[in-house]
C-alpha cells in the first residue's frame, strides 16, 4: 500500500484568495486523483492528473479553478483559485490503481472560506 | 455514467451484533470493481473491502463480509460482531479498469452508529 501525506491539513482563507494543496506519495505512481467532500456529503472526483501531461477535469470542474500540477510520479498540487464559501469543503489527493484497481487516500485538506 | 445509491443515510446496531449495509450501483460494463471505504471522523478514508466483478465468490476480510449479486447490480456490506470501532460513515465505490484512467464513483454514505 502506499502512503500519502497532504499539506496542509487545514486552513481558513478569505473569499478572492487561491490555496494550493500539497499531496507526496511514498512511492512513484502513474496516476493520482483529486476529489472534494463537501460539509456531510460524498466524495466527487475533481480531476485526474498524469504525470507529464495535463489534468483530465470532471464535468462541472475546470482547469481555471482548480489547476493541478504533476511534476513527478510521487508528488502533485491541486489549486483552489479565487475561492468563495461554496469551496468549503475537505479536498483529497489518491492514488492511481494497483493490481486490485485499490486507491489508496491521503487525510484529506480541510479548506474554511471565509 | 456509472452511479452508485446508498438508500440508508444512517444505520444503528447493538455493539456485537450484525449490520448490513446496502449499496446499489448502475452500468453498462460487464468487468469491474466494487469497494467499501470507511471514513471515520479523522477523515482518512480506509479501505474495508473489495470485491472484482469477474468473481462469483463472495469477498471476506475477518468480520467483514459482502453479497455481491451481479445481475441485481447489489453489494451489500455485512458487519458482524460490530465493535465501537466500526462507528464511521461507509462509502461504496465503482470503478472499471477498462480506459485505465476512472477515479472512483462513491454513493452518499451510511453514517453507522454503534449502540454500546
Known amino acids: 500500500s502506499a502512503v500519502i501525506s497532504q499539506k496542509p491539513s487545514r486552513d481558513i482563507c478569505q473569499r478572492g484568495t487561491s490555496l494550493t494543496i500539497q499531496c507526496q506519495v511514498d512511492s512513484q505512481v502513474t496516476m493520482m486523483f483529486w476529489y472534494r467532500q463537501q460539509p456531510g456529503q460524498s466524495l466527487t472526483l475533481i480531476a485526474t492528473?498524469?504525470?507529464?501531461?495535463?489534468?483530465?477535469?470532471e464535468s462541472g470542474f475546470v482547469i481555471d479553478k482548480f489547476p493541478i500540477s504533476r511534476p513527478n510520479l510521487t508528488f502533485s498540487t491541486l489549486t483552489v483559485s479565487n475561492m468563495s464559501p461554496e469551496d468549503s469543503s475537505i479536498y483529497l489527493c489518491?492514488?492511481?490503481?494497483?493490481?486490485?484497481?485499490?486507491?489508496?487516500f491521503g487525510p484529506g485538506t480541510r479548506l474554511t472560506v471565509l | 455514467a456509472q452511479t452508485v445509491t446508498q438508500s440508508q443515510p444512517e444505520m444503528s446496531v447493538q455493539e456485537a451484533e450484525t449490520v448490513t449495509l446496502s449499496c446499489t450501483y448502475d452500468t453498462s460494463e460487464s468487468d469491474y470493481y466494487l469497494f467499501w471505504y470507511k471514513q471515520p471522523p479523522s477523515r482518512q478514508m480506509i479501505l474495508v473491502i473489495r470485491q472484482e466483478a469477474y468473481k462469483q465468490q463472495n469477498a471476506t476480510e475477518n468480520r467483514f463480509s459482502v453479497n455481491f449479486q451481479k445481475a441485481a447490480k447489489s453489494f451489500s456490506l455485512k458487519i458482524s460482531d460490530s465493535q465501537l470501532g466500526d462507528a464511521a460513515m461507509y462509502f461504496c465505490a465503482y470503478t472499471s479498469p477498462l480506459g485505465g484512467a476512472d477515479g472512483l464513483t462513491f454513493g452518499k454514505g451510511t453514517h453507522l452508529i454503534i449502540q454500546p
Open positions: 492528473a498524469n504525470q507529464g501531461s495535463e489534468a483530465t477535469y
Open positions: 489518491s492514488t492511481g490503481r494497483d493490481r486490485y484497481n485499490e486507491q489508496f
